[in-house]
């Protein structure tokens, strides 16, 4: 299977790029910084933007699945990055695509009409990383694509221990945080095939 990855150089796409090409995958990963992806006989990386359409649809050409590791930068990087990538997989005929989130974009349990961060669920002060994400949710919402969001509560640095919990469009009940290696490994068990939550945000926490 080909898969493209953009924000393979993150703290959760670096634990993902790991995983996939321990588990036989072929990878194209576009990344600014080619040097952090390292090297890999099954990996080939594109050196360019997100925001560039062409970088964009080169990345994707032949692939089966687009997985989204990207994160925010106070730039609204993903409600722009977005519709680039949503246009290239449409022009490709890739259906899938995999994205990582954040908690704050699922639905608050005590009112689902709102994001949890428009409530007093979130306790981040401020909500522009998630408004971003919220943005790239709607987009891919509104789009024909096959998309799964994974969502993750606060995000520490640490190994995957693959016991963790899921919960459709919230965040499951009392969860407090999910290290970036589980929310590498639940992304991966998503490009695998996982298919509970096409077309739906995936609440993440141990």
Known sequence: MNIAVFGATGRVGSRLLVMLLNGGYNVRALTRSPEKAGTHPAMQVIQGNVLTDQD????ISGADIVVSALG??????LQRA???????MIQENVQRIISTGTAGILNARQNPDAFRFETDESK????????????????????SL??????PTYLPEGEAT?????????????GKNI???????????????????YRRRAGLAY
């Open 124 to 143: 981040r002060r401020s909500t522009t990383a998630a408004r971003d994400h919220a943005n790239a949710y709607e987009l891919l919402r509104q789009s």
């Open 179 to 197: 290290t970036t290696g589980d929310t590498a490994l639940f992304l991966y068990q998503l490009a695998a095939g996982e298919e509970s939550f």
């Open 146 to 151: 096959d998309w799964t969001i994974a969502c």
């Open 56 to 59: 964009v649809q080169t990345t």
């Open 72 to 77: 925010t930068d106070k730039q609204n990087t």
């Open 162 to 174: 693959g016991e963790f919990r899921t919960a459709a469009d919230v965040l499951p009940k009392d």
């Open 82 to 88: 977005f519709p680039v990538i949503i246009e290239a």
